[in-house]
């Protein structure tokens, strides 16, 4: 059996949430409790994912929502911890593009642009 557990940090712009067990369709319920209390001041929130090492497709759709629930008031979401398989489903769905993510938490460096010419 797998252990699942929540918990949360307010700092006065950020929020971090920690995850731990599947993020799937028996624990979204939870999942979105915890991201409804992220206070509407909000400019960060970080989920630490370092704990989970299976997200199904309501895990993903929670975190696009919460992408596009910041995104709508000047915020962004940060994806930090990801393991093998969460880091796997974001990269083929082609949603990695769109979270922040990086393993080691910390944000991932844009890549330099090459010159158009």
Do not use: K
């Not at 993510?101 to 330099?112: K, S, V």
């Amino acid at each position: 059996m797998n252990v699942f557990g929540v918990t949360t940090q307010h700092h006065p712009t950020r929020t971090v949430i920690t995850v731990a067990g599947d993020m799937d369709l028996q624990t979204h319920p939870q999942l979105a409790q915890a991201a409804s209390l992220v206070p509407e001041h909000c400019t960060s929130l970080e989920m630490d994912l370092s704990g989970v090492s299976f997200m199904d497709s309501s895990g993903l759709n929670l975190l696009l929502l919460l992408r596009r629930r910041l995104q709508a008031q000047g915020g962004r979401l940060t994806l930090t911890g990801l393991r093998h398989q969460p880091r796997h489903l974001l990269a083929l769905t082609g949603t990695d593009r769109l979270l922040t993510a990086d393993t080691a938490g910390h944000h991932r460096p844009q890549a330099p642009r090459r010159p158009r010419g």
